[in-house]
């Protein structure tokens, strides 16, 4: 069917108006963080001249080096964890049969939906007794735990629509279940695992709530608390503000932009099914 | 919620992956009883259940459970607890301020929740057959963009934009209403509108990309044949596009409504709960409570009463959703 000539220019006028009403604070936030100190005011101004000093500056004096360095290995060990244990349960929930299954499942559904309030507090003084708050192992192992359900749960449903002959025919010749799985479910189902592994890469990059609960240490601090405290000390000095936010941003963004249709699909998908 | 469909194992594989050299013991047992065999099985299962299980029972699962333990107690987190009952739970919806931030977070809703999906809708509805546009992957591109930046870097750029001189700001002298500028996110009568109005901005693109993918599920036929009937275009929505949507916008008020509910590194980042306590809501009161005041159990009773307010609206919400046999 085909549209108007009419249809089709409201049909763009509507989207550009709010494709502009999304990245406009985006924009302004880039164009802040090359403004020059003494001219920035906090408003949407055209800088007299590129000032990416702003960068550095922001980058050395809110110690981002730090900060972003403690957010890749906790992300990184995050991923690699959630990873390899949601393989293995989800296709223990997809392709074995075993007493309590549902029940053990439904269990870690709730995961899905529940406030990160619900478990912090005694997580904190848990923690605590433990002798591992102020350390990544306090901000891997409750991420960690946190992304299973989803990981799970995707993992569980990607294997389901795996074909069974297959699998009937590669335990014929006798290959063990481990072997089946690495050797012969993994590697077709890469891309929605890589789709997985990209989600929780942002969920935890951009996590907040549990770095503020259990770090203490300025050196184990992750980016987004990183960049908090710092707008703390610099509310108005917005340049710095801006180019501390878009540093904190980036590398997901950035992700963002090379693999959009896996973020949108994933996001849209994934919670669609449940 | 879908059913477990798990594929059962054949008595001849099970033998087969039982007869391996290394197996060779377990494979004699095996023989010996038939039920045994399918015994095995299950505890092969826990063992590939069981890393991803215990990580989550710890971390996860055991806290829950001692929150609601905690939410018994009055405790500071340093001295001894003494048990104190529903008190904390009374407390929760007597104490004022703890009412209140109840009540921001319904506000919040409309704003995050009801806002967002009620565009999404206008817009879909305006927006006809649009899977048919060439452009719409730019567009969802950009419409999702506000969804992946981190909270703690949205709330940055909006704590600019609703400053003295900030965009907000700049736009009503732009258009003649100087003197409404204010500092919105210190001002009592402002404060929570413009936390508010954050969410709206980063839940529009969600609700639109939703719903415009769900539009792409209709078969054009359908359009087609409405019009045919002579029906205007709201006629169109509420009999084909609406229904249609119903998984969708499902979906997008779970998510919204469940966002405008665990707000809080927006408010820990623009007010911490400020100006007064005018905005102030009960994931933030949680945390303050816990970490910074002292009063462990009642935070506790704060946490368990917001995670059934989340639990009972996500089931209310699913009832919206078509049921989809699969």
């Given at each position: ?115 990160a309030e619900a478990f912090i507090i005694p997580l904190y ?150 | ?265 927006l408010v820990y980042i623009t007010t911490r709960g400020g ?52």
């Amino acid at each position: 069917m085909k549209l108007s000539l009419r249809e089709k220019i409201v049909n763009q006028v509507i989207l550009a108006m709010f494709a502009v009403f999304a990245i406009v604070p985006l924009l302004g936030v880039l164009l802040s963080s090359v403004t020059p100190s003494d001219e920035n005011t906090g408003g949407f101004a055209i800088p007299s001249r590129l000032a990416l000093e702003n960068y550095g500056e922001a980058w050395t004096r809110g110690n981002f080096g730090v900060y972003v360095i403690s957010s890749l290995i906790v992300t990184t060990a995050v991923v690699l964890l959630t990873v390899v244990l949601s393989i293995l349960a989800g296709f223990a929930f997809a392709r074995m049969r075993f007493i309590g299954s549902s029940v053990l499942f439904y269990v870690l559904l709730l995961g899905l939906t529940l406030p990160a309030e619900a478990f912090i507090i005694p997580l904190y003084f848990n923690m605590r007794s433990m002798g591992l708050t102020d350390s990544y192992w306090a901000l891997i192992l409750p991420q960690t735990a946190q992304s299973l359900a989803f990981a799970t749960f995707w993992m569980r449903n990607q294997f389901r629509s795996f074909p069974g002959d297959i699998l009937e025919a590669a335990r014929l010749d006798g290959a063990r279940d481990i072997r089946v799985l690495w050797q012969i479910v993994v590697p077709p189902t890469i891309a929605p695992i890589m789709t997985m592994a990209v989600l929780i890469t942002m969920w935890t990059w951009n996590e907040f709530l549990i770095p503020l609960v259990m770090i203490v240490s300025n050196n184990l601090r992750t980016a987004p608390l990183g960049l908090a405290f710092f707008q703390g000390q610099h509310v108005t000095d917005y340049s710095l503000l801006a180019a501390a936010g878009v540093m904190v941003a980036l590398p997901i963004a950035v992700l963002y932009f090379a693999l959009q249709k896996r973020f949108i699909s994933g996001m849209v998908g994934g919670i669609s099914q449940r | 919620m879908t059913a477990l469909h798990s594929v059962a194992p054949s008595e001849e594989t099970a033998t087969a992956t039982l007869t391996r050299a290394g197996d060779h013991a377990q494979a004699v047992r095996a023989r010996r009883a038939s039920g045994s065999r399918r015994a095995r099985r299950s505890r092969v299962a826990y063992l590939y259940v069981a890393p991803a299980f215990l990580v989550f029972a710890i971390f996860l699962g055991v806290p829950i459970a001692q929150t609601v333990q905690y939410s018994f107690y009055d405790w500071n987190g340093l001295g001894t607890a003494t048990w104190v009952g529903i008190e904390n739970y009374l407390r929760v919806f007597e104490d004022p301020q703890l009412r209140d931030s109840f009540a921001h977070a319904i506000v919040l809703m409309a704003f995050y929740a009801l806002l967002p999906v009620m565009i999404g809708l206008f817009l879909t509805a305006l927006i006809s057959r649009s899977h048919q546009m060439r452009s719409m992957s730019f567009y969802r591109t950009v419409l999702f963009l506000p969804q992946v930046i981190a909270s703690v870097v949205v709330a940055t750029i909006w704590v600019a934009i609703y400053s003295q001189n900030g965009l907000a700001n700049e736009v009503l002298r732009a258009i003649g209403l100087a003197d409404l500028t204010r500092v919105w996110l210190g001002d009592y009568d402002t404060a929570l509108f413009a936390i508010g109005l954050v969410g709206t901005w980063l839940n529009i693109g969600l609700c639109l990309v939703l719903f415009l993918s769900g539009v792409g599920n209709i078969p054009p036929e359908l359009f087609e044949a409405v019009r045919l009937d002579g029906a205007g275009r709201v006629r169109e929505f509420t009999a084909i596009t609406l229904p249609a949507l119903r998984g969708q916008i499902a979906v997008a008020l779970t998510l919204t409504v469940v966002s405008a509910l665990k707000t809080f590194d927006l408010v820990y980042i623009t007010t911490r709960g400020g100006p007064g306590n005018s905005t102030t809501v009960p994931a933030f009161e949680a945390y303050n409570r816990a970490f910074n005041t002292g009063q462990v159990g009642l935070a506790s009773a704060v946490a368990v009463v917001l995670t059934v307010v989340i639990v009972l609206l996500t089931i209310a919400i699913s009832r919206i959703e078509p049921k989809d046999v699969e």
